[in-house]
């Protein structure tokens, strides 16, 4: 990580407020979603595939 961050986000929507996001850890490539409502709140959950696992993206670090 050349940068010092360890999450990098991939996605950003936002519609009326709210805002749906997807982050990636850059050293275990598990994608988060994140959901924010506003000033009401949040939440932040791994991304998961059909069969439950966790879905992976590879992050390369720009030199």
């Known amino acids: 990580?050349?940068?010092?961050?360890?999450?990098?986000?991939?996605?950003?929507?936002s519609q009326?407020?709210?805002v749906s996001e997807i982050w990636v850890d850059r050293e275990t490539g598990v994608n988060y979603f994140l959901q924010s409502y506003g000033n009401v709140g949040c939440g932040l959950?791994?991304?998961?595939d059909r069969e439950g696992k966790p879905v992976i993206t590879e992050i390369f670090d720009e030199e």
Request: proline fraction near 5%; avoid cysteine.
């Open 16 to 18: 009326w407020g709210d």
């Open 45 to 48: 959950t791994p991304l998961l």
């Open 1 to 13: 990580m050349k940068d010092g961050k360890r999450f990098v986000r991939i996605l950003k929507e």
